[in-house]
């Protein structure tokens, strides 16, 4: 959970210029930025101790035909070439073909990403919708028990391994318990019942009408996503927290406070409608790290998203599906930030 | 809350000693003023319970890393198949794994293997950070926006996956998996680093140094290098904690050290299998990783709010 303290890293934006040309240099840092990751991934390409033309044809291939493969390959020209070659590709979408599916990694990927959306998405939304209200009491009461709990529960968030908690969440609530379902996204009985219309679970059986998949489909997102959430939860009851304690110090609250307004009104109208531009942008970090954190949460589960499939094709030395996995996640990682610079800049007059 | 602490002991005490010293308020020497000022920065600390506590985890890893030996690390190795997984004991104080090694032993001996890991990130990360952070506010300029543009995308890249890639490239193994975390974790050094010498570089003490014929290296060497160190410092026992998750996660896909080590990720997921009848195996390890990062989360927010109060 590296990305915490992002939020107060991120540059401050000079107030002068037009705002058109500000989101031109917005724009520009992303391309900057994505150029960045795509020379990264490339090099990590160049870098693998596997011959990409032996792994093609084989180590006992003639030489002439050694030689016609790496040179259909661009191997033999400058990198800065193969770079530009590798880069069009890109652009157009081409990530190289999986070993092990031999289809287009980005058919692979179109297959998987929408169970990691799903559980991502889940889990922030829980995050949200408790870790808001929590951070705001945590404020309005310091020091009190409430808030001894937010730090408690921040604390457990920023420090616990997620594929332990996976572990012992399995442990417990599936195989004690038996409260909610096992590892995977559906049962076997289940799997296939609903066309698939989005990719998402839950959505194609309420679409389809098929209210026992739906459930089952609750049960085994249950357990994933509410460890997800908490971990979204931690960061976010923080971030508010220490957002609404910086508004509450601030002479208007105590303006409305002696204006007579209720102590209710001046923490959730005053206060809260202050921070929700930054608060925003605290839900969208989030996000993003709840997107790397499946990782290990979707290998726990058997979560068949990007996640799993990134790591499966390590395994598999599959490192095209590896790469365009990275690049995935990292277009994501790129898409949010921007979205969040942008809200600043259209939403918040003062950033003008 | 630091200055009650200090008022407290600001009173007259019945007899002189070297508490009264410390806390002079006309120090008599360099040296004195020095550690006078380390000493109320350590009661400051010490008014914080969770920092102490936080502390007192630290110490610990170090400790039983020191002295693992002692404490029966060499039974890390010894497999024993007619012993496995056997349940927590008197014998096996945490049971026994797959392999009839000692749980107990792996643990006290994965604490070297965790602080071998963190040693190095911190290493690698605190100078590279420093360096680029301070040349790239100090020169100003072009050098400025080439490294910071270069800082800015490495810190807009998801950091597991970059390490993950990163990993499986270069062949898995404990040195790669530390070089990885260290590749995706100085950008945030550098700008703190960066931050701080644009404070600093107008400044008058700076000035006399340039008028001095000092050079830029020797500048930033002696004089603005140590007026970072502390934030620097901050920050990286607030990483530490996320160092550490890293490191266990990349050794729980079985990216980071390789078996036979006993590395508390790996640990975890070689317990996977048997988490249902045999949960000790599993669940032990990563306890033992969740306190340590709870140990430097806990001393890094406590040194925060003592060393760095405008950011607290």
Known sequence: MTVLDAVAEKPALGRDGRIWRRLGGLAGSVVLTFFGLTIVTFMIG??????????????????????????????????????????????????????????????????????????????????????????????????RWIDHLVRVIGLVGYSVPVFWLGLVGLLVFYVQLGWVAGPGRLDVAFDGIAPEVTGIVLLDSLIAGEWDVFWNGVQHLMLPASLLGYLSLAYIARMTRSLMLDQLRQEYVTAARVKGASEARVIWRHALGNILVPLITVVALSYA?????????????????????????????DMNAVLGGTILIGTVFIALNLFTDMLYQLVDPRAR | MPDEGEMSLALPHPRPGWRDWLLAAVPRSRLQARLGASYATWLAFCGNTLALVGLAIVLLLVLTAAVSPLLGADAAFAQDLTRRLLPPSAAHWFGTDDLGRDIFA????????????????????????????????????????VLMRITDIFMAFPRLVLALALVAALKPGIENAILAIAVTTWPPYARIARAETITLRRSEFILAAQLQGASMFRILRRHIVPLCLSSVIVRLTLDMAGVILTAAGLGFLGLGAQPPIPEWGAMVASGRQFIIDQWWVATIPGIAIFLVSLGFNLLGDGLRDVLDPKRG
């Open chain 1, 46 to 143: 160049r870098v693998i101790p596997i011959d990409p033309v032996v792994a093609i044809i084989g180590d006992r291939a003639p030489p002439q035909v050694y030689e016609r493969i790496r040179h259909e390959l661009a191997l033999d020209r400058p990198l800065a070439v193969q770079y530009e070659i590798y880069l069009g590709k890109v652009l157009h979408g081409d990530l190289g073909t999986s070993v092990i599916s031999a289809r287009p990694v980005l058919e692979d990927l179109a297959r998987v990403f929408p169970a990691t959306l799903e559980l991502a998405t889940t889990a922030t939304l829980l995050g949200v919708i408790l870790g808001v209200p929590l951070g705001v009491f945590a404020a309005a009461s310091q020091g």
């Open chain 2, 106 to 145: 792996r643990v006290v001996a994965g604490s070297r293997v965790t602080l071998f890991i963190i040693i190095l990130v911190a290493v690698i990360v605190g100078p590279l950070g420093l360096v680029i952070g301070t040349v790239s506010g100090y020169a100003g300029g072009i050098v400025d926006s």
């Open chain 1, 289 to 317: 790290a709840l997107l790397e954190g499946t990782i290990l949460t979707e290998t726990v589960f058997a979560w068949p998203g990007i996640g799993l499939y990134i790591t499966q094709s390590l395994f598999n030395a």
